[in-house]
């Protein structure tokens, strides 16, 4: 599942999640759908933007509650971020190995990410 505020990059992610990597791709703008999202189905992996514009640095955003939820399922969780990868730690008490499993700091390139995405999602 691919969880991002930006519309257009929610759509470009998913084509070529699903095009490059061969992944069933659905997609949620907001929390409350993602939480359905995840209840009705059994998802490898989660791609989360955790901050919003506007947003909070608060360690109970409902993003990064959100985050523990999908561990709690064992759903590999994946970092889009434009804040540095030590704010997971400092602001928002998320901890690599245990809470998340990848971290992507934008802007990237979806094609030069492509082997390290797959090796998380098929871990």
Same mark, same amino acid.
Request: aromatic fraction near 8%; proline fraction near 4%; charge should be negative.
């Given at each position: 599942? =691919?969880?991002? &505020? !930006?519309?257009?990059?929610?759509? *470009?992610?998913?084509?070529?999640? !699903?095009?490059? *990597?061969?992944?069933?791709?659905?997609? %949620? &703008?907001?929390?409350?759908?993602?939480?359905?999202?995840?209840? %009705?189905?059994?998802?490898?992996? =989660?791609? #989360? !933007?955790?901050?919003?514009?506007? %947003?909070? @640095?608060?360690?109970? %955003?409902?993003?990064?509650?959100?985050?523990?939820?999908?561990?709690?399922? &064992?759903?590999?969780?994946?970092?889009?971020?434009?804040?540095?990868?030590?704010? *997971?730690?400092?602001?928002?008490? *998320?901890?690599?190995?245990?809470?998340?499993?990848?971290?992507?700091?934008?802007?990237?390139?979806?094609?030069?990410?492509?082997?390290? @995405?797959?090796? #998380?999602?098929?871990?």
């Amino acid at each position: 599942m =691919l969880l991002v &505020d !930006e519309k257009n990059i929610t759509s *470009l992610g998913q084509r070529f999640i !699903e095009q490059d *990597l061969g992944y069933q791709v659905d997609c %949620a &703008d907001n929390v409350e759908d993602a939480r359905q999202l995840m209840d %009705a189905n059994d998802y490898r992996a =989660l791609m #989360i !933007e955790p901050l919003v514009k506007g %947003a909070l @640095l608060n360690p109970h %955003a409902p993003r990064i509650e959100l985050i523990r939820e999908a561990r709690k399922k &064992d759903i590999r969780v994946i970092i889009s971020s434009t804040q540095p990868k030590k704010n *997971l730690l400092d602001f928002w008490g *998320l901890v690599e190995r245990f809470d998340y499993q990848g971290f992507f700091e934008k802007p990237y390139v979806f094609k030069e990410i492509v082997s390290e @995405l797959k090796e #998380i999602v098929e871990q």
